[in-house]
């Protein structure tokens, strides 16, 4: 079955600089990558993702990047902001199953220093 | 719509007794995730269901776990008999086929079993 390794698994950065977190799958069938953002005591939020015909995706300061080669990729945040503290979990479809099955990597919690 | 909705948002029982958590998915959704999140395993996925059918429980960690669908608005977890390793918070997510990979977090219910 699919396996997402996340890293790093804490990150702290200073206000306005860029964060960058990394994510490998084991399953080449698997085509969707969300990234997800969960602030204290809330539910994970679809932030964005990226599908494997693609390898590039912006949405303002966040962007993801897929390599299906290497099977690995990435959220980077620029400009960083206080509120962008919160706890990121990749995740892959599960190649497998034709159902939306995801398979979370273990979380990065990021810091924002003011 | 609301979103994913779930009840209890806590729920504090003791060790033995059934608790039984709450979920309606967002309107029109037709698959239904159970999640476990822990700080030592991170978010796991229970079960799943698709139009109300169980799909996929290998997740359940044990007979002690059940999930229910009645119908497409409403699913119920159960633990019986509940244990101290249990404690965790219990997310719900639902999805619709044709955009079957963006599935949306309920708030979850924080589970203390003592």
Sequence with gaps: GENVEQHPSTLSVQE???????????DSASNYFPWYKQELGKGPQLIID??????EKKDQ????TLNKTAKHFSLHITETQPED?????????????????????????????? | DA?????????????????????????????????????????ELLIYFNNNVPIDDSGMPED?????????????????PSEPRDSAVYFCA?????????????PGTRLTVT
């Design chain 2, 3 to 43: 979103g994913v909705i779930q009840s209890p948002r806590h729920e504090v029982t003791e060790m033995g007794q059934e608790v039984t958590l709450r979920c309606k998915p967002i309107s029109g959704h037709d698959y239904l995730f159970w999640y476990r999140q822990t700080m030592m395993r991170g978010l």
């Design chain 1, 50 to 55: 990226i599908r494997s015909n693609v390898g």
């Design chain 1, 16 to 26: 306005g600089d860029s964060a960058v977190i990394k994510c490998t799958y084991s």
């Design chain 2, 94 to 106: 639902s999805t619709y086929r044709l955009t079957y990979y963006e599935q949306y977090f309920g």
């Design chain 2, 64 to 80: 002690r776990f059940s999930a229910k669908m009645p119908n497409a608005s409403f699913s119920t977890l159960k633990i019986q």
């Design chain 1, 61 to 64: 300061r966040i962007a993801v």
């Design chain 1, 85 to 114: 503290s919160a706890v990121y979990f990749c995740a892959a479809r599960d190649g497998s199953s034709n159902t939306g099955k995801l398979i979370f990597g273990q979380g990065t919690t990021l810091q924002v220093k003011p």
